[in-house]
């Protein structure tokens, strides 16, 4: 028996490169992907509300899972690939916390393997829980803090809660060149 830790020297899980990243949100299909927990929905609400704003030509293309444990299931998770090719980036939100945050580095890990960058928007308090499952999917998804509460299903607290700092943090994850630890030169390159 063996323990591989994050910190390990050896990689049981193979390693993919991170999707490249877009140059801009300007004009683009911005995925939006709700885990199937009630605060999901919410909170990307609000994001959409103010990447609108921000983007006004950008489009929104909304998957929902029905229910958060259904992303274990093969079928469902092809549904998140084959709608992820149709967008040019994507947000997925927790709605929850604890092993949601596993499910939602599962579905942003899908949304990288239909070539689409992916961002996690997670509850503080839960990177870990993220990283650790992003590296067991074999790939150092990035994700963004949000000081919303993973219980908060309020519209109104929610949109009060996601700042412009938090948006800025989202469009940076997105439009970021990636280092040479999540993709090789060529995949650096935004679209």
């Not at 998140?80 to 947000?91: H, R, S, Y």
């Not at 599962?106 to 503080?124: F, N, R």
Request: proline share 5%; charged share 35%; hydrophobic share 30%.
């Amino acid at each position: 028996m063996s323990l591989v830790t994050p910190g390990s020297e050896t990689e049981d899980t193979e390693r993919k490169p991170l999707a490249a990243r877009v140059d801009s949100l300007e004009g683009k299909t911005i995925g939006l992907y709700d885990n199937g927990k009630p605060a999901g929905e919410p909170l990307l609400t609000a994001v959409q509300e103010k990447l609108s704003k921000r983007y006004p030509d950008a489009t929104f293309e909304w998957f929902h899972v029905e229910h958060l444990n259904q992303i274990k299931r093969e079928d469902v998770q092809n549904d998140v690939v084959e709608w992820a090719k149709g967008v040019d980036t994507a947000i997925g939100a927790i709605g929850d916390c604890g092993s949601c945050t596993k499910f939602l580095a599962w579905g942003v890990e899908k949304i990288e393997d239909a070539g689409t960058p992916g961002v996690g928007l997670i509850d503080e308090g839960f990177e870990l829980d993220y990283q650790s499952n992003a590296i067991e999917r074999g790939r150092p998804l990035r994700y963004k803090k949000t000081p919303v509460r993973c219980e908060t299903t309020d519209l109104e607290r929610v949109r009060e809660e996601v700042s412009e700092e938090v948006v800025d943090g989202i469009v940076d994850e997105l439009t970021r060149p990636l280092s040479e630890k999540e993709g090789t030169d060529a995949e650096a390159v935004a679209r």
